[in-house]
């Protein structure tokens, strides 16, 4: 276990719990489809982001650090495919958003994939790793500590925003109320891809 253990604490909290694209993707899927929807997109954030911190922590951060166009592919993709995700959402009708009906809903790899693609993601793991890892014998088990504690800290973090999300629903009785919530939603996790792509350049 990292020495540092509340510090880690805090922050893993603190990256989890922050609006950012996965929430929002959380917080509209649960509102959308009900929290049974959301917990393989849960798992599969979560263990996106814990296997990200440890293979940064095993080594392929510091390749990555050597390989900018490398890292610049992946953000354009990433920022592509939220950009889609995000106008998925803003333009659903509102028949396609009940939650028995069926349709093509990001499920646990496409979670997991979305963090593959996120450059926010490694540069997370990268701050992970350099502050809270040290360079000794230890290392590799204190990497793959730091990532189990991530994955545990960040799942209630998400959970949190599904109940936020599924909660809401109450709020939205009617289509046009509905309606609302999926643009406001969709232009949210635009804004925040493309906030997040500059802040990264």
């Given at each position: 276990?990292?020495?540092?253990?509340?510090?880690?604490?805090?922050?893993?909290?603190?990256?989890?719990?922050?609006?950012?694209?996965?929430?929002?993707?959380?917080?509209?899927?649960?509102?959308?489809?009900?929290?049974?929807?959301?917990?393989p997109?849960?798992?599969?954030?979560?263990?996106?982001?814990?296997?990200?911190?440890?293979v940064v922590g095993l080594g392929l951060g510091e390749s990555l650090a050597h390989l900018p166009n490398v890292r610049l592919a992946m953000q354009w993709?990433?920022?592509?495919?939220?950009?889609?995700?995000?106008?998925?959402?803003?333009?659903?009708p509102v028949h396609a958003i009940e939650r028995d009906a069926p349709h093509k809903r990001l499920g646990?790899?496409?979670?997991?994939?979305?963090?593959?693609?996120?450059?926010?993601?490694?540069?997370?793991?990268?701050?992970v790793v350099s502050v809270f890892a040290d360079q000794g014998a230890e290392r590799q088990a204190q990497v793959l500590a730091l990532s189990l504690v991530f994955f545990v800290v960040s799942l209630p973090c998400l959970g949190l925003w599904a109940l936020l999300g599924a909660g809401s629903t109450r709020l939205l009785g009617s289509?046009?109320?509905?309606?609302?919530f999926n643009?406001?939603?969709g232009a949210?996790?635009?804004i925040s891809t493309w906030m997040g792509a500059f802040h990264s350049v």
């Amino acid at each position: 276990m990292p020495s540092p253990l509340f510090p880690f604490l805090l922050f893993a909290f603190v990256a989890s719990i922050t609006p950012g694209p996965t929430n929002l993707l959380v917080l509209s899927n649960s509102a959308r489809y009900g929290l049974r929807a959301v917990v393989p997109i849960i798992l599969g954030a979560c263990t996106g982001a814990a296997a990200i911190v440890l293979v940064v922590g095993l080594g392929l951060g510091e390749s990555l650090a050597h390989l900018p166009n490398v890292r610049l592919a992946m953000q354009w993709v990433g920022v592509t495919w939220l950009s889609y995700l995000a106008w998925k959402i803003f333009s659903s009708p509102v028949h396609a958003i009940e939650r028995d009906a069926p349709h093509k809903r990001l499920g646990l790899l496409g979670a997991a994939g979305l963090q593959l693609v996120n450059p926010k993601t490694w540069m997370m793991a990268l701050a992970v790793v350099s502050v809270f890892a040290d360079q000794g014998a230890e290392r590799q088990a204190q990497v793959l500590a730091l990532s189990l504690v991530f994955f545990v800290v960040s799942l209630p973090c998400l959970g949190l925003w599904a109940l936020l999300g599924a909660g809401s629903t109450r709020l939205l009785g009617s289509d046009n109320a509905m309606q609302r919530f999926n643009q406001m939603t969709g232009a949210l996790l635009l804004i925040s891809t493309w906030m997040g792509a500059f802040h990264s350049v």
